[in-house]
């Protein structure tokens, strides 16, 4: 079998449509995802057949208001927690300015090389481009991000990376960029890619991690990984550095069983994942490994501005679990790189108009049925639809104007289309009268209404309509009554 | 999660909003639904001066337009007789997003008690008038789609395949992936069309891939995207809203 060529992709949330089109029109990538997606709905459905879900999630929910409620107050304690623990806690307003204050780290400990644990906050600021144009070598190390990075693309999934692969593809880039043997093997393949990983995690120079639940009194980072490559990543280099948003901090430890147990039953279908990771400190005296240095970064980059807003604040209750985009049916057909942003699916398209503003986002929250499938699942419970329908609102003009690029979409024709339909719509006598009309002028209507009609045959307005046919239905009753 | 309703006793009168869909494409759908409702005893008032929900520029973002158009529904329903609507869509606006609609405005009251008073169809003949059906028709297989709005705003995924379950001679088949959207979504499948033609596509398939000739909804959105696509390909699958394939077989 030949290898699949795998060119360089970037993609763009500019770009929705033609990057769905593309999508949609490829088979390999159609049926990657709905595979994938059917599983993951499966396993999820199944792991909580024998739970009270909707105690589980609103319990769930309620631990993230109750921690974004008290969010400043919280990421202050987290601060001096984490402090009397030894770990060093750096703010970053911004994207640029938290890789600024990682690249500083590396070049104090003269850091060449960096291994990587998952983190989509990293991937949200492009952390590996900004090390990697300062001379410093980053390296992913969760298998997915590790096929992702050598294949020069981006995560297609939050949770799982390379779901956009499958086994023919995923050898042919260990083999390209690896030397690794051509095998439809999935276990030598991860062993290969295990001994490769294995060797760089020894000669790091730091670790660099995110971080699923921050611990605000106890000052302790919870990490929530299947492959001990997020231990390897915080404890054998000298340094670790977790990176992740200021919305990731919970108020007790206590809070942490609920989110976990639905954590990994809505993402990945699992009980527990393989390791639950809790970083306290560095290394103590005495103590024989672990990091001689552990900083934490705290990232903002749009997050307070969404927490000013009672409404969109319920973004920032997410897990990050990925089951909103399991179980979207827009994401299941178009996949993860079609959004073009570090969040795809039903809670990217909530979340990236307020990290990238609506100019660049402004297809997205249009990119949903309102379904509800997202919301349904949601483990935390975000009213996923009646955000989107917030940033819909948002685009045209019509909301608080709070979020960056508000507005972008307000066109005077559809104004104009929607006042119309407004008129139409209170003055009762003319839209009974144009509805008949319709009826009656139904020979004249198109039988092509643009895009509707490439693939459905156009519906047809009936000769009456119901108002007419009620009318005519009780005139008859009554006249049955009277004879 | 919508919320436990109490359904209350069978009433003397009900309202019936049509729905703009509904009037123009379906109307025998609806007057189908105000028959089922009149042969269980109740007096069903139309009030001619209905035209939409406002769900259109609602989910568009248009949200002083749609309160506007919803506003001028709020005034038709005086008495406190349940408000009967035979699409979980519309339904699901009226019932959900009234409240929304209007809450800091001076009609927010109204709005919660209309809201509070809005059935779907299939949830009504089931919940409140126990309905009981003799089934006349000739042995058939039908596939139910319920709306996503239905299943999920209103909580609706049962009453549909309970009413067909009353008809004797009718089997019901379940399509795969049931609850999953069939690409309508309003101005999504204008905005989007692609990804609503594969969407559309996949759930053709699926009902199709049942065997039966018939499917059976309790939205006309997604009767007009099914059976539009079904139409389009020539295939011999029909759509027809719930209350007249129950009216149909039963009267």
């Known amino acids: 079998m030949s290898a699949p060529t795998h060119p360089v992709q970037t993609y763009s949330p500019r770009e929705f449509h033609r990057q769905a089109h593309d999508a949609l029109g490829n088979p390999q990538i159609r049926a990657n995802f709905r595979k994938a997606m059917d ?28 921690a974004l409620a008290k969010l400043p107050d919280l990421l202050e304690r987290l601060e001096a927690n984490c ?11 911004s994207g640029e300015e938290a890789c600024r204050l990682i690249r500083e ?12 644990g998952k983190s989509m906050v990293s991937e949200e600021m492009h952390l590996n481009a900004h090390l990697e144009a300062a001379g410093i070598e980053a390296l992913e190390s969760d298998l997915g991000e590790y096929l992702v990075q050598l294949n020069e693309q981006t995560p297609s999934h939050i949770i799982m990376p390379a779901i956009h692969l499958n086994t023919d593809e995923i050898s042919g880039i260990l083999h390209d960029k690896t030397g690794t043997e051509r095998t439809r093997d999935v276990d030598y393949m991860t062993a290969a890619a295990r001994a490769q990983l294995r060797e760089r995690f020894m000669a790091a120079d730091v670790g660099i991690s995110g971080v699923n639940f921050a611990v605000a009194e106890t000052g302790t980072l919870c990490l929530v990984e299947n492959e001990g490559n997020g231990r390897m990543t915080t404890t054998v280099p000298p340094v670790h550095i977790a990176v992740t948003g200021i919305e990731k901090v919970v108020e007790h430890l206590r809070d942490v069983p609920p989110l976990y147990a639905l954590l990994t039953r809505s993402a990945t279908g699992q009980h527990v994942t393989t390791y639950f990771n809790m970083i306290s400190s560095p290394r103590k005296t005495g103590e024989h490994d672990g990091p001689r240095e552990v900083h934490l970064v705290l990232v903002d980059s749009g997050r307070s501005n969404i927490y000013q807003d009672d409404e969109l604040l319920d973004t920032l209750r997410c897990i990050r679990c990925g089951a909103c985009m399991n179980h979207c049916p827009v994401y ?31 297809d997205l929250p249009t990119a949903s049925s309102l379904c509800g499938a997202c919301g349904e699942v949601c483990p935390v419970k975000i009213p996923i639809p009646d955000l989107l329908v917030r940033l819909r609102k948002e685009s045209v003009g019509e909301g608080r104007g709070n979020v960056p690029g508000a ?57 009456t309509t119901l108002h007419a046919l009620v009318k005519r239905h009780h005139a008859t009753k009554h006249d049955g009554e009277e004879r | 999660m919508t919320p436990v309703k109490c359904y209350p006793p069978k009433p003397e009168r009900v309202y019936f909003f049509g729905t703009c869909l509904v009037d123009l494409f379906y109307p025998e759908a609806g007057l189908d639904g105000i028959r089922l409702l009149e042969r269980e005893g109740i007096e069903v008032l139309f009030p001619q001066d209905q035209t939409c929900c406002g769900q259109p520029p609602y989910t568009s973002g248009y949200h002083d337009e749609a309160r506007a158009v919803a506003a001028a529904q709020l005034d038709l329903f005086p008495e406190p007789w349940p408000i009967i609507v035979p699409s979980g869509s519309c339904g699901g606006m009226m019932r959900t997003h009234y409240p929304q609609l209007f809450a800091g405005t001076p009609q927010e009251a109204q709005a919660r008690e209309v809201a509070g008073r809005v059935f779907e169809l299939t949830e009504f003949l089931v919940h409140v008038c126990h309905l009981r059906l003799e089934d006349r028709g000739e042995p058939e297989t039908v596939v139910m789609h319920t709306s996503c709005s239905a299943r999920r705003e209103m909580g609706l995924a049962e009453t549909g395949p309970a009413l067909l379950g009353k008809l004797g ?83």
């Open chain 1, 39 to 66: 599983g993951l709905m499966a396993k999820r459905r199944d792991i909580f057949s024998d739970w009270d879900l909707e105690t589980l999630r609103e319990l769930g929910a309620n631990i993230r208001l109750r």
């Open chain 1, 83 to 93: 402090a009397a623990n030894g770990i060093r806690v750096h703010w970053a307003e």
């Open chain 1, 105 to 116: 780290i590396c070049e104090a400990h003269d850091a060449k090389s960096v291994i990587k």
């Open chain 1, 332 to 362: 299941t057909r178009v996949g993860g790189h079609t959004y073009g942003t570090t969040y795809p699916g039903p809670i990217g398209s909530i979340l990236s108009p307020h990290l990238m503003g609506l100019e660049e986002t402004k």
């Open chain 1, 407 to 463: 507005g972008v979409k307000r066109a005077k024709s559809e104004v104009a289309a929607w006042k119309a339909f407004q008129w139409l719509a209170t003055h009762p006598g003319v839209w009974r009268g144009s509805m008949a009309m319709a009826g009656k002028l139904k020979a004249l209507m198109p039988s092509r209404l643009g895009p509707w009609t490439e693939c459905r045959s156009a519906p047809k307005p009936a000769k």
């Open chain 2, 169 to 251: 001679q009718v089997e019901l088949v379940e399509q795969a992936r049931a609850s999953e959207c069939c690409g309508f979504g309003g101005t999504f499948a204008v905005r989007h069309p692609e990804v609503s033609a594969a969407m559309v596509e996949d759930k053709t398939q699926a009902i199709e891939a049942t065997g039966a000739t018939r499917f059976v909804t309790s939205d006309c959105g997604c009767m007009m995207n099914i059976a539009g696509r079904f139409e389009h390909q020539k295939k011999p699958v029909k759509g027809e809203h719930i209350a007249s394939y129950l009216w149909r077989r039963t009267s």
